[in-house]
């Protein structure tokens, strides 16, 4: 069994700005093991003859031609619209300092 310490929990969280009860870091840790259990177990099944892949399902891509058809109206687009001004959105100004700018 693949054992992961309460210390690496904890260094780890702390690092992710993560703050763990001791109930936590216990119960994590237990989690932990029981997947790096899983991984050494996948480290012992032979792939030297299975290429690589992203995924283990058939990928096809669906492709269309593009075809022109109407846009939604006008009216339809801005009936939600909370605030407009003539055919457009009216939006609050929003100007936020960058840092260093």
């Given at each position: 069994?693949?054992?992961?310490?309460?210390?690496?929990?904890?260094?780890?969280?702390?690092?992710?700005?993560?703050?763990?009860?001791?109930?936590?870091?216990?119960?994590?840790?237990?989690?932990?093991?029981?997947?790096?259990?899983?991984?050494?177990?996948?480290?012992?099944?032979?792939?030297?003859?299975?290429?690589?892949?992203?995924?283990?399902?058939?990928?096809?891509?669906?492709?269309?031609?593009?075809?022109?058809?109407?846009?939604?109206?006008?009216e339809?687009?801005?009936?939600?619209?909370?605030?407009?001004?003539?055919d457009?959105?009216?939006?609050?100004?929003?100007?936020?300092?960058r840092?260093?700018?």
């Open positions: 069994m693949a054992a992961i310490e309460g210390s690496v929990v904890r260094y780890v969280a702390d690092l992710a700005r993560i703050a763990l009860t001791d109930e936590e870091v216990e119960r994590f840790t237990k989690q932990l093991s029981v997947v790096l259990d899983a991984v050494g177990k996948l480290r012992e099944v032979d792939t030297a003859a299975i290429p690589p892949t992203a995924s283990v399902l058939p990928l096809d891509n669906v492709m269309r031609e593009d075809e022109v058809r109407p846009g939604l109206p006008l339809d687009a801005m009936r939600n619209a909370p605030a407009r001004d003539g457009l959105f009216r939006v609050q100004t929003v100007i936020e300092e840092p260093g700018g």
